[in-house]
T-cell receptor, first 116, second 110 residues
Framework: GAGVSQSPSNKVTEKGKDVELRCDPI?????LYWYRQSLGQGLEFLIYFQGNSAPDKSGLPSDRFSAERTGGSVSTLTIQRTQQEDSAVYLC??????????????FGQGTRLTVV | LAKTTQPISMDSYEGQEVNITCSHN???????ITWYQQFPSQGPRFIIQGYKTKVTNEVASLFIPADRKSSTLSLPRVSLSDTAVYYCLVSGAGSYQLTFGKGTKLSVIP
């Protein structure tokens, strides 16, 4: 596609339910990021995938959060047993392989998650 | 990762030039400076990136002094549609980390 695509655009779920958020990166981009943005706040790094390397999961806030990237393309962020504090916009970004600090990331529109 | 500091908010009238300065005192030799723009309900969008001196594209200019401890994003003749949050990032060679601070909320007034 022309850009990073995320689905769903909005998700309302009940506390305690599991949710899956999907990200389709730009074709050919080997790097993929997930971020979280709470209302009025900056972006919080969650996880990073680069090619076939082990992902950097250092930003995941708890073991209820997990992500995978199948075939080096589509990624799914899963939140188990959702809590109200998980309510936020979840943003996905992709980029070509980072070299020499030059890195232009392309972001999707995000998934707005509301836990009620 | 070099920490960045930028004003929380700025106001400007339409048609004026806006300069947003970012401090990054502990920038490393191989670090690049990148600016992103974020409109409400959208993901951030890359604006411009530079290493030293001046970089200009169709959207903005980026001025980086010789010591590289700060950088200034310049938006010429802003319009209402430039109202957004602007983020300054510093990233190093081989580093994929994109660390976003709170950014600068620019409000353009008619």
């Amino acid at each position: 596609g022309a850009g990073v695509s995320q689905s769903p655009s909005n998700k309302v779920t009940e506390k305690g339910k599991d949710v899956e958020l999907r990200c389709d990166p730009i074709s050919g981009h080997t790097a993929l990021y997930w971020y979280r943005q709470s209302l009025g706040q900056g972006l919080e790094f969650l996880i990073y995938f680069q090619g076939n390397s082990a992902p950097d999961k250092s930003g995941l806030p708890s073991d209820r959060f997990s992500a995978e990237r199948t075939g080096g393309s589509v990624s799914t962020l899963t939140i188990q047993r959702t809590q109200q504090e998980d309510s936020a916009v979840y943003l996905c970004a992709s980029s070509l392989e980072v070299r020499q600090g030059r890195n232009e990331a392309f972001f999707g529109q995000g998934t707005r998650l509301t836990v009620v | 990762l070099a920490k960045t500091t930028q004003p929380i908010s700025m106001d400007s009238y339409e048609g004026q030039e806006v300069n947003i300065t970012c401090s990054h005192n502990n920038i490393a030799t191989n670090d690049y400076i990148t600016w992103y723009q974020q409109f409400p309900s959208q993901g951030p969008r890359f604006i411009i990136q530079g290493y030293k001196t001046k970089v200009t594209n169709e959207v903005a200019s980026l001025f980086i002094p010789a010591d590289r401890k700060s950088s200034t994003l310049s938006l010429p003749r802003v319009s209402l549609s430039d109202t957004a949050v602007y983020y300054c990032l510093v990233s190093g060679a081989g580093s994929y980390q994109l660390t976003f601070g709170k950014g600068t909320k620019l409000s353009v007034i008619p």
